[in-house]
């Protein structure tokens, strides 16, 4: 059996439509999707700042991106900043080995959801940690991780993508 299409055939583009605008239904079913993801404990140490491009969220986001991306990212129509939950509530434990695990998990719903609504998504880290920390102001025990654009992509997937083999996956980190 070959890997599902949907699998397959997702990209990350590089640009993206700014014409076109996500709606309030599809920002729901992503933020859904992404809360089925499997997580230790059934914590979902996961949460989401959520700016659609137009929205005084989408501007208090771009300004603390980096140069590369500031150059593609804008014209995403929905910026997500990803924050993961790294203390863990009633236990002695001063750090949670898995909450960026888990909010991985919670991203690549996200991704596969949007990608089966004929969304394309780009995860990316070009963007000043400090500063929006400083802006969000998040919760005691939340840590910003990265962010995810999101829209119809102005480019077509790359026929050529070139992956890691299987082979590689088995063997690369291994002496």
């Given at each position: 059996?070959?890997?599902?299409?949907?699998?397959?055939?997702?990209?990350?583009?590089?640009?993206?439509?700014?014409?076109?605008?996500?709606?309030?239904?599809?920002?729901?079913?992503?933020?859904?999707?992404?809360?089925?993801?499997?997580?230790?404990?059934?914590?979902?140490?996961?949460?989401?700042?959520v700016?659609?491009?137009?929205?005084?969220?989408?501007?208090?986001?771009?300004?603390?991106?980096?140069?590369?991306?500031?150059?593609?990212?804008?014209?995403?129509?929905?910026?997500?900043?990803?924050m993961?939950?790294?203390?863990?509530?009633?236990?002695?434990w001063?750090y949670s080995d898995?909450?960026?695990?888990d909010?991985?998990?919670?991203?690549?719903?996200?991704?596969?959801?949007?990608?089966?609504?004929?969304?394309?998504?780009?995860?990316?880290?070009?963007?000043?940690l400090?500063?929006?920390?400083?802006?969000?102001?998040?919760?005691?025990?939340?840590?910003?991780?990265s962010?995810?654009?999101?829209?119809?992509?102005?480019?077509?997937?790359?026929?050529?993508?070139?992956?890691?083999?299987?082979?590689?996956?088995?063997?690369?980190?291994?002496?």
């Amino acid at each position: 059996m070959p890997v599902h299409p949907l699998l397959a055939s997702r990209f990350s583009p590089m640009w993206f439509d700014s014409d076109w605008n996500v709606t309030d239904d599809d920002v729901e079913v992503l933020l859904d999707a992404a809360r089925w993801a499997p997580s230790a404990g059934n914590s979902q140490p996961w949460a989401y700042f959520v700016a659609r491009r137009g929205e005084p969220e989408h501007d208090r986001i771009v300004k603390h991106l980096a140069r590369s991306s500031g150059r593609w990212a804008p014209s995403a129509s929905l910026l997500i900043v990803t924050m993961a939950h790294r203390y863990v509530e009633d236990t002695d434990w001063a750090y949670s080995d898995f909450a960026d695990y888990d909010l991985g998990q919670s991203v690549a719903h996200l991704t596969l959801q949007a990608h089966a609504m004929d969304l394309a998504c780009r995860q990316f880290r070009a963007f000043n940690l400090e500063t929006l920390t400083d802006d969000l102001q998040p919760g005691a025990g939340w840590h910003i991780v990265s962010m995810i654009a999101i829209g119809r992509a102005a480019e077509d997937r790359p026929a050529d993508r070139e992956r890691r083999s299987t082979e590689e996956l088995r063997t690369a980190p291994w002496d």
